[in-house]
């Protein structure tokens, strides 16, 4: 079974910095492509940034050059420093990540539980 915790969401004030940690645990064969998404009030879950297992990475437009996502594979743990925060930032956080497990050969699709990140205005 394989979990992914994230970390580090809060409240913080405009034009702020957070750092989310998303922590992948189990019985984990390899990470490949990992991801943000977020899902704000009322609206749909949307695609925040991805960085693939050879490190190439893709964001949203409305975060880039405001976010990076990053990962440290002896962790199994992938980051994701949000600057010059916006209350449009405001949103649950989640992770999402295709991991390989033990004794499996191919790749499953996997969720954490979300968190917080409410900006101020």
């Known amino acids: 079974q394989v979990q992914l915790v994230e970390t580090g969401g809060g409240l913080v004030q405009a034009g702020g910095s957070l750092r989310l940690s998303c922590a992948a645990s189990?019985?984990?064969?390899?990470?490949?492509?990992m991801g943000w998404y977020r899902q704000a009030p009322g609206k749909q879950r949307e695609f925040v940034a991805l960085?693939?297992?050879?490190?190439?990475?893709n964001y949203a437009d409305s975060v880039k050059g405001r976010f990076t996502i990053s990962r440290d594979n002896a962790k199994n743990t992938v980051y994701l420093q949000m600057n010059s925060l916006k209350p449009e930032d405001t949103a649950v956080y989640y992770c999402?990540?295709?991991?390989?497990?033990?004794?499996?050969?191919?790749?499953?699709?996997?969720w954490g539980q979300g968190t917080q990140v409410i900006v101020s205005s």
């Open positions: 189990g019985s984990i064969f390899s990470l490949n492509t």
């Open positions: 999402n990540g295709a991991i390989r497990t033990r004794g499996f050969s191919g790749y499953a699709d996997y």
């Open positions: 960085i693939t297992s050879d490190g190439t990475t």
